[in-house]
């Protein structure tokens, strides 16, 4: 089948919640920070899950890295390549 032209969703396959993104970067980059919540707006998104199933069936995808382990080495690449 082609897949050229298509979108697909490439995630861990999961759900992350903002906040837990929030601390796990804190964790990442050695920060101790709380966050400051404002008001709900108008058309913000409360539930969103990645569905990677057809990336699976179309290009063989399986993810091999969770959010934190991809965040981490981002994270020290940036610190190796960039300062």
Same mark, same amino acid.
């Given at each position: ?42 058309? #913000? ?5 990645? #569905? ?32």
């Amino acid at each position: 089948m082609r897949v050229a032209g298509q979108s697909f969703n490439i995630a861990y396959w999961g759900r992350e919640y903002i906040i837990d993104i929030y601390y796990k970067l804190c964790q990442a980059l050695n920060k101790e920070s709380e966050p400051i919540f404002g008001p709900e707006r108008s058309g #913000d998104i409360k539930h969103s899950n990645a #569905d990677i199933s057809k990336a699976r069936e179309l290009l063989g995808y399986e993810p091999e890295w969770s959010f934190e382990r991809g965040i981490k080495a981002a994270i020290e690449w940036y610190r190796e390549n960039l300062y």
